[in-house]
Each structure stands twice: as C-alpha cells, then as structure tokens.
C-alpha cells in the first residue's frame, strides 16, 4: 500500500507511503487515483494530501522511464485531482520536485513547512516538466520566475515560493496537522475547488529573446530551451491545447540520447560510492588530519577538510612556507564566507581554533589521518611517507594525494602498508567535487571504507581506483591528449579542436584546461615518463617547446593563448613550433573535418576507458563516467565516454579504431573489454546492470 486512505472528521486524507522518497510510480498514481474517487463517493467536504516520511512526492519515479506507461499517466492524474468537486489540499515538507510539484499544482490549495524546498529538476534529466508543470506554473507566478525556475532546475526554499503565490501558507508543524487544520479553516470560510487551469494565461514575453538567452547558457544542452517552448504554448494555447502540446515535447525529449545520458549520471552519481564489498566494514574516526604541503593543493585539501568541521595541522617546510599556506587557507575561506557557506563566527572559529600550521612533523602524532601534497616526484613522496611513518599514532591512515605515482611503491617506505591509501584531489580541492580514492595492493577493507567516509563528510563524489599511471582520470586523460597532439602534428590546430570539443559540450577545450592547469605540469609529467616510454610510441615534442620557451599558460600570461584579463586571443608562437615539429618529420599535414576530430578524440577515450575497466582499475563504467563528469569537465547531457559510447554503437566505434590502428597499431590498439562486448552484442550498461545484481 503506498497511498493510505483516511477519515478525519469530513475530510479525508491521503498520506503517501513510497520510500525513500515517495517517487509517484504506478502503485502511488493508482493510489492517489483511488483515493480521490473515494474521497468523493464517501461524502468527504474536503481532501489533504500529504507524505509520509521524510518528504512529499519527489518527482516522477525515474526508474520507469523508457519503459511502456501504465495507467493513470501523471498529466492524467494531476488533471484529475484539479477536477475534483471538493477542495484538496496539498500539505508539503521535505522536496516536492518535478511531478511531485505538479501535483500540488493541481491541487486547489498549497501549504508547506518552511524547510520544505519546490523546484523543477526536469531539464537536469534531459526532460520538461511534463504533467502539466509547464502550463499551471506561469498561471501562477508568471513568465519569468517560471521560465527561471524551470530552466535552471533549482529548488527554492518555502519562504520564496510564499513570495511567488506557489503556496497559499508556510507554517511549522507536522504536515498532517497543518494541512487538516487549513482544510477546515476554508472550509469555514466556504472556499471551493481553485483549479489553476482555470486561472488566465499570464501577458505574454519576448519568447524567442527568452529561448535564446536559455539557449547561451544551456551550451548544447536540448531540454531548457525545448521547456521554454512549452511555456510558450501556454501562452498562445488553450489549457488543453497548452497540455497536449508540452506532453508532445516531452515525448520529443524523452526520445533523445541526452535524457539517457543524464538518467545515467543521476543513478550513477548514487551509485558511485557504494561499496557492497565493505557492508559491515566500519570506516575508522577521522576528526583530526594533518596536510603536508600548503600549496595550492594542500591548502584547498585542508580548506575542504576545516569546512566539514575537522580539524587541521598542517605541516610546511619553513616558517614563511607555513604562514604563506595559512594565507591562502584564509582567503579560500573569505570565499566560503562571502558566498555564505560558513557565518563570521565559523570562519573566525575555522581559523583561530581548527587551524594549525606548524614546520615540525612532531605535531601530526595526534592526527587520524594525514595527507601529503607535496612535489609530484617519488623520492619526494617516499622520504615524506618514511617520515610520517614514525610520527603518525598506531591506527592513522597515511594518505597520498599523488595524481601519477605508484601508491604501492610509496607504502614500501612505511612499516603499515595496509594503512597506506591515495586520495587524488582536484584543484581547486575545496570546490571540486570528485575525489578518487585509489586502492593499493594492501590496504585494509576498513582504511578504504574510511576514505569512502570521509569523502562523504566532504561532501566528495568519491570513485574507487586501482592502482596504475595517473588512476582513472588522468590515465584516460593522457591518452586522448596525446591523440589531440598526434592531430595537431598531422594537420589540424590546437584552437580547433578546442572549439569542436567545446561545441561538443565541454565547458573548455582541451589546450585552455592545460593552460589553467599550468603547462608545466604535463611537461614534468612527460619527463618523468620519457625513459619508460615504447620506442613504438609517437612522442609529440612542441609542447614541451612552449614551455622551454617558458610558456606556462595562465600563470605566465602565455601558453596555447595569451591572456589579458579575462580575454584570452591564440598565441601566435604555438603554431610556427607546430610546423617546425611537422618540418622535422616530414609531415604533410592535412584537413580534419570537425567530426573526424571529435571522432578520433572520442575513441581514444573510449579506448582507454576500456582498458581501465577491463584490466580492473576501475570496477565499472559507471566510474569512468563519474570521474569523467565529476573532473574534467564532459558534458553531463553526453552521460559520460562509455554513456557515450553506448549510445553511439560499439561496432561502429571498434571499427573506427581498428582503422585508425592502420596508421599507428601502437597507439590505437583496440581495448581488450571493448573486442569482448562488440564479439557478445553487450554494453558497457550491460556490465554496470550485472555489477549491481
Ligand atoms: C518528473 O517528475 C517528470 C514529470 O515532470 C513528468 C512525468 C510525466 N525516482 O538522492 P538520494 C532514489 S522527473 C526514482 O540518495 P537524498 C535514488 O536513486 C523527476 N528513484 O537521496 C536513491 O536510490 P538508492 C523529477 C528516485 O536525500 C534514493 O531514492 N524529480 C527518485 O540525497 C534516495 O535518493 C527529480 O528529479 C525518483 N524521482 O535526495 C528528483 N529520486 O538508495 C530526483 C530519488 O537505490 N531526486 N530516487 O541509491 C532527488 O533530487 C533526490 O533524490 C532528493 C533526495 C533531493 C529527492
């Protein structure tokens, strides 16, 4: 039973029992559906609607999507409830989301509690509000605030949604007591049904000056322009008309690879972190950490960490190095202040009391887990961890947050390997949401489950990794920047391909990611790589020239684009070394079409998502696709690469890859796991599907 049927008096009540959040499957359509018609037939004067648990409807059950629908539809039922003789009421707490607030549309009166939060999330499923949401809601707010709230996808709290008219009251108590108790009050005033279809259309707005500012900031994506289209209806159509018209947009949304692409993230975001090979395994207390290192990156680790309430000790080699790495953990908390994460009182807390900065390793002894931020290089790394090894109390878990290095080999230099664990952080580490925690060869069930934990306290998506050169994200990364490289020398330029991947959907192309990041970086990468690397590699070198040159990116004003404030124009340097690079290897270069481009950067990064699932290193697609999502920016409508990959074919995609192998076998060797799937008609879905079982 999801929907419960009860008397109060006259007036009956349907309380909603659907956990976790009461999503309006058939059961609680079909139940609402029941409840109204019963209501009526036993003589009720009036009808509460309200959730049991911790939330009203949250939305359409998402899960049934793509399958055949089974009747009452959602538009039918909101309908439905609006038609109802007698007044119903909607009484919310918690998140009334999507469906779920266009039910209380359709219902004639709205309370709400005033923690209880309202929105349309569609558009972040790749969908419209499509029972009506469309149509009811700039009845009642008008075009603006409705466009604005259904093409952003965010929630308001109770107390803007009272300013917007989208309830009639906020008020603190139980949701049941509230909405029997407004029940009754308009019933003593004689109040009727309200329907909202009944309310006139709002004076219409520049539409199409509205679809296109939507259109700027979606960047690719379809459905908040196509939701603009459907309140437009509302506008220029009939109620009815107004409905039958969103419902076919939906429809027209629901067909689309990005709707897919964004369900998959929404599940695989819940997804990621869960660990079913630790249930039972409890996670150690982590309430102290200590940081060595205060740049950049240990001082955004240790920001992230004060921000969720432990406590910090963080170590620097010298006294300036240490009150240097204490100005920047100051300044990333004036940010936190200003955008009102953290009030005065916290932050001056944060700073006074949680924070300590100090030169000795003595001061970690008392520190539940520290982390190293130091210099990307192994000696470094080891001599830190040895070093650790003799401060750090019996049960501390000793992090690394190495984005390359061998995990396994830096735990060697500790007496506790099993309490040896990589937290791969990105810049900045405070704001960034994806953490990857990488599993060496011996650590303990519970030190991952602590990583896992403590991730969560940060409010990180943390993606498991298996231990290899750059874990999940920057091993992929590596992969398909060499093939932007390899396109680069044969004829296409650095700023194309830039814009085919940003039309694609990443918020920045490929070169100006490197750029911010400090080209520096990569360079010192590929030094270290150099004595490793295959004689049969194809090993570009006029990256490395940029940054001979000094050419660091955005920290020197200069990299593949010259910077003047916030404008940035091509450097003109990047292409004579290019061509000189071209000279040298007799390189004719030749066109790329824009789709070549994308085609090849793609498969390189399907490729070795591949490898890394087939060889372990990540335990699922899914992973893949969240460090995709969570890290280096791929556009969340295309789902992630192995999404991606999946929705573009498998055949078609191995073929490509095998011709490219024509060129350069070494390079382009086919994925093992992806030969496997094309070989047994499955998909990378198939194998998050079985891994969920
Ligand atoms: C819609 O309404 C379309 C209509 O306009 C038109 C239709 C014709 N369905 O997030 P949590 C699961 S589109 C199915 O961890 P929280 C979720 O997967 C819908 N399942 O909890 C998880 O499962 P598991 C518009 C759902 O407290 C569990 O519930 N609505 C749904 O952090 C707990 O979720 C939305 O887009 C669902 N709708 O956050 C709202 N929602 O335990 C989507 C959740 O197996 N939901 N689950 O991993 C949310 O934003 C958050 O879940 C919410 C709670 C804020 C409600």
Not at 73 to 83: R, Y
């Amino acid at each position: 039973m999801t929907i419960h049927f009860e008397m109060h008096d006259d007036i009956a009540v349907l309380a909603a029992d659907n956990p976790p959040v009461n999503a309006l499957g058939w059961a609680v359509r079909q139940g609402l559906l029941d409840g109204i018609t019963r209501a009526q037939a036993e003589g009720a004067k009036a009808i509460v609607i309200y959730g049991r648990g911790r939330t009203w409807f949250a939305g359409a059950d998402i899960r049934e999507f793509g399958k055949p629908l089974q009747e009452p539809s959602l538009p039918g039922l909101c309908n439905l409830v609006e038609a109802c003789k007698i007044p119903v009421i909607a009484a919310m707490h918690g998140t009334a989301l999507g469906g779920g607030l266009e039910i209380a549309l359709g219902c004639h009166y709205r309370i709400a509690v005033p923690t209880a939060k309202m929105g349309f999330p569609e558009v972040h499923l790749g969908l419209l509000p499509g029972a009506g949401g469309t149509q009811r809601l700039p009845r009642v707010t008008g075009y603006e605030q409705a466009i604005s709230l259904i093409t952003s996808g965010r929630p308001i709290g109770a107390a803007k949604a009272l300013d917007l008219g989208l309830v009639d009251k906020v008020e603190a108590g139980e949701p049941l007591a509230l909405g029997l108790a407004y029940a009754r009050e308009l019933l003593a005033q004689g109040a009727g049904p309200r329907p909202v279809s009944q309310m006139p259309a709002p004076e219409a707005i520049d539409f199409d000056a509205a679809k296109a500012a939507v259109a700027k900031k979606a960047r690719g994506q379809l459905s908040p322009v196509v939701a603009v289209e459907a309140i437009e209806a509302s506008s220029k159509l009939a109620f009815a008309e107004g409905l039958a018209e969103e419902r076919r947009l939906f429809m027209s949304l629901m067909e689309t690879d990005q709707r897919q692409g964004m369900i998959h993230a929404f599940f695989s975001e819940r997804q990621v972190s869960k660990q079913p090979d630790l249930a039972g395994v409890s996670p150690r207390d982590i309430n102290s950490m200590g940081v060595i290192g205060g740049g950049t990156m240990g001082a955004g680790i240790a920001t992230a960490a004060l921000l969720a309430g432990l406590s910090v000790v963080l170590i620097e080699m010298t006294d300036d190095g240490a009150k240097a790495a204490k100005a920047r953990i100051a300044s990333n908390l004036a940010g936190a202040l200003k955008r009102g994460k953290i009030d005065q009182a916290k932050h001056d807390a944060i700073l006074n009391e949680a924070l300590t900065c100090a030169t000795d390793y003595a001061a970690l002894g008392e520190a539940d887990l520290i982390i190293e931020a130091v210099f990307e290089d192994m000696d470094v790394k080891k001599q830190v961890f040895a070093k650790l090894d003799a401060v750090a109390k019996p049960g501390a878990i000793l992090a690394s947050n190495t984005s390359y290095l061998n995990l396994d080999e830096i735990a060697t230099t500790t007496s506790r390997p099993a309490d040896v664990i990589g937290l791969h952080f990105f810049s900045p580490a405070h704001v960034m949401k994806l953490l990857e925690v990488v599993v060496g060869a011996q650590t303990a069930p519970e030190v991952i489950a602590s990583g896992f934990a403590l991730g969560k306290r940060l409010g990180k998506t943390s993606v498991r990794s298996g231990v290899c050169d750059g874990f999940i994200g920057n091993r992929m990364m590596f992969t398909y920047r060499t093939c932007a490289d390899h396109m680069v020398l044969d004829g296409a330029t650095p700023y194309q391909i830039d814009r085919v991947l940003e039309e694609f959907g990443f918020a920045m192309g490929l070169f100006a990611v490197g750029d911010l990041a400090g080209l520096d970086i990569g360079w010192a990468n590929r030094k270290r790589l150099a004595p490793l690397r295959d004689p049969q590699e194809r090993v570009p070198t006029y990256a490395d020239k940029l940054c001979e040159a000094g050419h660091y990116g955005q920290k020197t004003g200069r990299g593949y684009y010259i910077y003047e404030g916030r404008a940035k124009v091509e450097n003109p340097d990047v292409m004579p070394l290019v061509e000189a690079e071209r000279l040298e290897l007799g390189i004719t270069p030749r066109s790329f079409s824009d789709a070549e481009i994308l085609r090849r950067y793609m498969a390189a990064m399907v490729n070795e998502a591949a490898k890394i699932v087939g060889e372990g290193i990540a335990r699922r697609p899914l992973d893949v696709d969240m460090v995709s999502l969570m890290g280096y920016g791929f556009p969340r409508y295309n789902g992630g690469p192995l999404k991606w990959a999946d929705l573009q074919g498998l055949p078609a995609l191995l073929d490509d890859i095998k011709s490219y192998a024509k060129e350069d076998a070494f390079f382009w060797t086919p994925a093992p796991l992806l030969e496997q799937l094309v070989a047994q008609g499955r998909t990378f879905d198939d194998l998050n599907k079985e891994a969920a079982q």
